[in-house]
């Protein structure tokens, strides 16, 4: 299976809302809830930001939101903040030896 | 807290091996299945091998098939990534993570760099 593809930027002014997409197949995406999301600053682990779909770890706030339309998952950040400023990148859960699958990531400005 | 703090990493020759260990505190660590990611320079995450909470099933990418293996020792807390054969393809930052529901990692390492060097 081929990772998954996102965007590679996305760029929107603080306050605006954003959305960066997640393209897989029918057995990852669009197979099962079990996209997440990460946010990733320079130098820095990536965090957790979104599980099972649409759910947040304690923490993050309730900008970050996720959601999926057939093969296609996406995060939308509202309310644009300059500290959303990062790289995104997107996983799936995937059947058998494949374990799970990474989208390449999406870089975020926040203008 | 939950803490994953990682040892091991650094400059390797090509074909040379090298152990990471992740020392665990703050949860229930034989409760939980782990994982290796990695991410080479510049470069997104990528899956490495994952290994269940009793230790007994693991899988492995086929980048590294045959050439890692992934532990654990409960009673200390400790995942471990044994690599060998190692490949200039292999450098990048290895992070230990923690395995929740959905295949979503929710608790990182700080990351540690393995350099394959000719």
């Known amino acids: 299976q081929s990772a998954l593809t996102q965007p590679p930027s996305a760029s929107g002014s603080p306050g605006q809302s954003v959305t960066i997409s997640c393209t897989g197949t029918s057995s990852d995406v669009g197979g099962y809830d079990y996209v997440s999301w990460y946010q990733q600053h320079p130098g820095k682990a990536p965090k957790l930001m979104i599980y099972e779909l649409n759910k947040r770890p304690s923490g993050v706030p309730d900008r970050f939101s996720g959601s999926k339309s057939g093969n296609t998952a996406s995060l939308t950040v509202s309310g644009l903040q300059a500290e959303d400023e990062a790289d995104y990148y997107c996983s799936s859960y995937a059947p058998s030896n494949i374990y799970v699958l990474f989208g390449g990531g999406t870089k975020l400005t926040v203008l | 807290e939950v803490q994953l703090v990682q040892s091991g990493g650094g400059l390797v020759q090509r074909g040379g091996s090298l152990r990471l260990s992740c020392a665990a505190s703050?949860?229930?660590?034989?409760?939980?299945?782990m994982t290796w990611l990695r991410q080479a320079p510049g470069k997104g995450l990528e899956w490495v091998s994952s290994i269940n909470d009793s230790g007994d099933y693991t899988v492995h990418a086929d980048s590294v098939r045959g050439r890692v293996t992934i532990s654990r020792d409960n009673s200390k807390n400790t995942l471990l990534l044994q690599m060998n054969s190692l490949r200039d393809e292999d450098t990048a930052v290895y992070y230990c993570?923690?395995?929740?529901?959905?295949?979503?990692?929710?608790?990182w390492g700080q990351g540690t760099l393995v350099i394959v060097s000719s």
């Open positions: 703050g949860f229930s660590f034989s409760s939980y299945a």
């Open positions: 993570v923690k395995d929740r529901s959905g295949r979503a990692f929710d608790y």
